[in-house]
């Protein structure tokens, strides 16, 4: 029987065989108290900035009409 390292060594390769490559991939740990703390600071400052958000928003959306004015 093979081992477990074999076995995903062997899985890798059928992978690259098929045309796949792999990719690791970090994301932020959601579970801890401090990455949770940070995340609530940067959504009330996103939160904080939506009305001026939202005049630079309206200003990038009127820039298409800008080629008809001409």
């Avoid at 600071?41 to 800008?66: F, K, N, T, Y």
């Amino acid at each position: 029987m093979r081992t477990g390292t074999e076995r995903a060594t062997a899985y890798r390769q059928r992978m690259v065989a098929n045309g796949w490559r792999e990719l690791r991939l970090w994301v932020p740990d959601t579970r801890t108290p401090q990455r949770r703390a940070s995340l609530a600071a940067q959504g009330r400052a996103i939160a904080a900035s939506a009305a001026e958000e939202a005049d630079v928003l309206a200003w990038v959306g009127s820039w298409d009409s800008w080629d008809e004015a001409e």
